[in-house]
């Protein structure tokens, strides 16, 4: 039997929601097909559900810090509706053209260590899932699995960085959900 992750972190955009390049309207918020389901598996499992997103709009000034708090209540709320939920956010608001360097900007660890942090987990019994390299970077550094979702947004860059790291490659959520679970991949989402 596969040896479930103590948690599972997740990117947002573009792996549980739609990106919508810089979304900054709770009306924008698109959750993508089978993503709740998805996330509800994993919660159904009493694994934490942890979102790890950059929000480099709010130090570009493209939105603000309320504007990405309305655009989580509605990602929450559209999940919930579901039956799902996210036991934690953590976001990043830099920007290196605007900020200077940062600690926390994916593929930094800060965020994924402040929540490591906060939950007590072993970094090497955790789960990385996002739509590109920087979202699973860290299992490299830090320890755990990453898989990476093939979205829109992944360059073939990121591919070919997750296929040198040994990252696997999922095509959607639920096909994440079942690689870390051990179970068949599905045909496509619900």
């Not at 605007?98 to 600690?103: E, F, I, K, L, N």
């Not at 990385?128 to 755990?144: E, F, I, M, T």
Request: negative net charge.
């Amino acid at each position: 039997m596969t040896r479930l992750p103590d948690a599972v972190f997740l990117d947002r955009d573009g792996t549980v929601m739609e990106d919508a390049h810089y979304i900054k309207s709770p009306d924008q918020v698109r959750l993508i097909p089978g993503a709740s389901a998805a996330v509800k598996r994993i919660n159904d499992a009493k694994v934490p559900v942890i979102v790890v997103t950059n929000q480099s709009g709010i130090g570009r000034g493209m939105f603000t810090v309320k504007d990405y708090e309305a655009v989580k209540n509605r990602f929450e709320s559209l999940l919930a509706q579901d039956g799902a939920h996210v036991d934690a956010s953590y976001y990043c608001p830099d920007h290196p053209s605007v900020t200077g360097p940062s600690r926390c900007r994916k593929p930094a660890t800060k965020m994924f260590e402040d929540a490591i942090r906060d939950f007590d987990l072993d970094p090497v019994k955790v789960a990385y899932v996002g739509d590109r390299w920087r979202d699973v970077a860290a299992s490299r550094k830090l320890g755990g699995q990453g898989i990476m979702i093939s979205s829109p947004m992944t360059t073939e860059e990121d591919r070919r960085k997750a296929e040198e790291d040994g990252i696997q490659i999922a095509r959607w959520l639920l096909d994440a959900v079942d690689m870390l679970f051990g179970l068949t991949q599905k045909d496509g989402p619900a």
